[in-house]
């Protein structure tokens, strides 16, 4: 009976044109995290400091991460040490264990560049591969990250023609 309920609930909402919202963050696909990030770049972590927000009452807290830039793809980094990296809902959590190196897609909020699309956003690079997704979300084996940037600089390409 409750599904049904809720079925109907959400029936009448997508009928009116009212948008549905369930509370869970919004996850960008690959070719819109490429194309709205500031800053896609190869960066090391160095160091992790939790950022405690004394107003939220949160289990995940967001992430300050000192950076050494490797590898810049779109953007700048010129001159930034730090980026944030938030954990704002249970369903988008980023939680950066250990410092390494990183496939990052940054995007400028009030004055700190802060990863853009949850744990989309802040790719763990091992050896020479990165774990990688398809256009719908979906996991893919690890590719080469040579392939990953090569497909982002494809896309970066299409955008701006």
Not at 123 to 140: A, Q, T
Request: charged share 25%; proline share 5%.
């Amino acid at each position: 009976m409750k599904l049904k309920i809720t079925g109907l609930i959400m029936l009448v909402l997508c009928l009116t044109g009212v948008a549905p919202v369930l509370g869970k963050a919004y996850f960008m696909p690959i070719e819109d995290m490429i194309l709205s990030a500031d800053v896609i770049a190869v960066v090391k972590i160095v160091n992790l400091e939790a950022v405690k927000k004394e107003e939220e009452a949160l289990q995940y807290k967001d992430q300050l991460a000192k950076i050494e830039v490797k590898e810049t793809i779109k953007g700048d980094l010129t001159g930034k040490e730090y980026i944030m990296i938030p954990s704002f809902f249970p369903c988008g959590i980023v939680d950066v264990a250990s410092p390494g190196e990183y496939l990052v897609f940054l995007e400028m909020r009030e004055g700190i560049l802060t990863s853009s699309n949850w744990h989309w956003s802040v790719r763990k690079v091992s050896g020479d591969k990165v774990p990688w997704f398809s256009d719908d979300l979906r996991e893919l084996p690890d590719m080469p990250l040579e392939q990953v940037k090569e497909q982002i600089e494809f896309i970066l390409g299409q955008g701006s023609s």
